[in-house]
Nanobody
Framework: QVQLVESGGGLVQAGGSLRLSCAAS????????MGWLRQAPGKEREFVAG????????YYVDSVKGRFTISRDNAKNTVYLQMNSLKPEDTAVYYC??????????????WGQGTQVTVSS
């Protein structure tokens, strides 16, 4: 069992930055691929960024490439999402998710409760 707790969301002006953190419980964090997904009001949940269990591979949706960076610290059982040059269309609830083994864009075993990110224009 893995428990995920996100933090770092909030209200920011367009062009600003936020860093989301996701702290994971359990001793096997380093064996999980991690992802950040988001859901805006009235829209389906979408993949944002992912990282392999080792941190050697990262994945991004086209709309955030060059602006967002996913990273992980396996010693701290934490995955991060650095979000720069934020746009109003980035407004959503952001979820951290974990998948045992190899990375997948859509299939995850565990989910956090979500953290709200609001970008004002």
């Amino acid at each position: 069992q893995v428990q995920l707790v996100e933090s770092g969301g909030g209200l920011v002006q367009a062009g600003g930055s936020l860093r989301l953190s996701c702290a994971a419980s359990g001793r096997t964090f380093s064996s999980y691929a991690m992802g950040w997904l988001r859901q805006a009001p009235g829209k389906e949940r979408e993949f944002v960024a992912g990282i392999s269990w080792s941190g050697g591979s990262t994945y991004y949706v086209d709309s955030v490439k060059g602006r967002f960076t996913i990273s992980r610290d396996n010693a701290k059982n934490t995955v991060y999402l650095q979000m720069n040059s934020l746009k109003p269309e980035d407004t959503a609830v952001y979820y951290c998710a974990a998948r045992a083994g190899y990375f997948d864009y859509d299939e995850y075993d565990y989910w956090g409760q979500g953290t709200q990110v609001t970008v004002s224009s």
